[in-house]
Structures are given as structure tokens and as C-alpha cells.
Nanobody, 124 residues
Framework: HVQLVESGGGSVQAGGSLRLSCAAA????????VAWFRQSPGKEREGVAG???????RYRDSVKGRFTISRSDNWENLYLQMNDLKPEDTAMYYC???????????????????WGQGTQVTVS
């Protein structure tokens, strides 16, 4: 079992920025397909940003140009830089991971095995 731990959430005003981080205890992300998801009350969980295997990044249309997914150089952390935040970005944000070797050609439809506990983002 891989434990994922998110951090960096908080409350900001519209137009502000936050950077979310995700770490995998005892692992590095070099061995995993990874993505960020979010869920707000009464709504289904939705993909926000992820890596389509080794073919590049995928972003939800509503966050394109505002959010950036990245990994640290040592592959120990996954980040989500969120700029120009809007009230509709308010949600619990989760990182997700699955070992490479599983099908992860589409970051948003991959069957992720591991999920973090989430970090709350509130935009007012």
C-alpha cells in the first residue's frame, strides 16, 4: 500500500494562487502514473490535471492556462500550481497514483490504486 499525503490547501480570494503538494511515503513518483482530482459537495469527483503516461499532461478545460501539474526533480513530490483561482475551484483536492505497467494512457480515466486523504481549497 502506498500512502499519499497532500498539503498546501487553504482559503484564498478569487484571483489568488495556491500550490498543492503530494508526497508518497517511502516511494518516488518515478514508478507511478499520477494525477490530481477534486470533489465538491454534491458533485462527482473530477480529473483536474494528470500525466497521460509518458505522453504529456492532461488538464480539465476549465483549469487550462491557470493550473500546472509538475513533479519535483527527484520525483519525490507531485505539485499542482493553481493561479487565478475562481470560486468554482472550491473543492477537496486529491492526488492519485497507480504503478506504471497499468494502463494510464488517459490520466482522468485511469484506475488509480492509491489516493490521498485530500486537501481543502476554498476560494471566495
Amino acid at each position: 500500500h502506498v500512502q499519499l499525503v497532500e498539503s498546501g490547501g487553504g482559503s484564498v480570494q478569487a484571483g489568488g494562487s495556491l500550490r498543492l503538494s503530494c508526497a508518497a511515503a517511502a516511494y518516488t513518483f518515478s514508478s507511478f502514473c499520477v494525477a490530481w482530482f477534486r470533489q465538491s459537495p454534491g458533485k462527482e469527483r473530477e480529473g483536474v490535471a494528470g500525466f497521460d503516461g509518458d505522453r504529456g499532461t492532461r488538464y480539465r478545460d476549465s483549469v487550462k492556462g491557470r493550473f500546472t501539474i509538475s513533479r519535483s526533480d527527484n520525483w519525490e513530490n507531485l505539485y499542482l500550481q493553481m493561479n487565478d483561482l475562481k470560486p468554482e475551484d472550491t473543492a477537496m483536492y486529491y492526488c492519485a497514483a497507480v504503478p506504471v505497467g497499468n494502463s494510464c494512457s488517459n490520466a482522468f480515466t485511469t484506475d488509480y490504486h492509491f489516493w490521498g486523504q485530500g486537501t481543502q481549497v476554498t476560494v471566495s
